[in-house]
């Protein structure tokens, strides 16, 4: 919960006769409502920056922490590409079609991909774009052999 003390924003000048000063005069306006929505701001950027680190390291244990890394790295660079299903990924990657529906299922579980019939049958694409593209750009391609 964010609390905010109403802030205010003074400027104030001094008034001269005969090279003296003789008063002053302030403006002041009320910048509470600025505060706050910045506030708001700081607090949202943080909650992206959280999320954001714990997705990297959720993709980070789902591709170099566990058996089968190195193909879901290759379909999710495949689906960072454009969508696909899952026979469409099994063909490029040349790869068993149930190896393919695993892996998919794995990532769709762990909501790092989503699934949506198109009429015809399931497509996967990244979940909202979530910056994967750039996180799997992080990722050894020596080290995952790709």
């Given amino acids: 919960m964010i609390s905010i003390i109403r802030s205010w924003l003074k400027n104030t000048a001094p ?28 607090e949202s950027l943080k909650q992206k920056l959280k999320k954001s680190n714990t997705q990297n390291k959720l ?23 454009k969508s696909h299903n899952a026979n469409q990924l099994a063909t490029a990657l040349n790869m068993d079609y149930k190896t393919i529906r695993h892996h998919l299922e794995v990532l769709v579980n762990y909501g790092i991909i989503t699934r949506n019939y198109n009429g015809h049958s399931v497509l996967y694409f990244i979940s909202n774009s979530n910056n994967i593209a750039e996180s799997l750009n992080s990722f050894d391609d020596e080290k995952l052999k790709l």
Wanted: no cysteine.
């Fill in 15 to 42: 008034i001269y006769s005969k090279g003296k000063v003789v008063g002053t005069v302030s403006f002041g306006r009320d910048i509470t409502e600025h505060k706050k929505a910045e506030e708001q701001m700081k």
């Fill in 59 to 81: 993709l980070y244990y789902l591709i170099e922490g566990t058996r089968g890394g190195k193909t879901r790295a290759l379909i999710l660079r495949h689906l960072a590409e």
